[in-house]
């Protein structure tokens, strides 16, 4: 069984993100994790007790920037993904955001349009991986 929850566990999250964006996708260690990472919320998902996916979710006035969504490469395509951004949504709305956004690898827009968000601006560089980003109003 899938569960996702906050989580204080911020250790764990940050090892999903190295796995999944550094290891995997050729990020750079030094900027994974930042002066955001304290002041933000983190969910973190478990299968068995094991954590196989994350996301955060900062909180600035009415607005909520959810970021660093991940999914280990063996549990996806499952819908964890949606799962996980649905929850950190509904984890903003509670905070009282009103409005929520993200930077989306361009190639996954497609994904966070089906869960709501549309694209705004232009895309931008992020560190080689052109980024979009979205938005979605609560």
Sequence with gaps: ????????????????????????????????????????????????????ATARIHIAGDGARIGRVCVLMQRRGIGL???????AVALAAQQGATRVSLGAQVHATGFYEKLGFTATGAPYDDEGEPHQTMERIL
């Design 1 to 52: 069984m899938i569960e996702i929850a906050p989580t204080g566990d911020r250790q764990a999250c940050y090892a999903l993100r190295h796995t999944v964006f550094v290891q995997e996708q050729g990020y750079s260690a030094e900027g994974e994790v930042d002066a955001f990472d304290p002041l933000s919320h983190h969910l973190l998902a478990r299968e068995d007790g094991i954590p196989i």
């Design 81 to 87: 993904g949606a799962d996980l951004v649905n929850a």
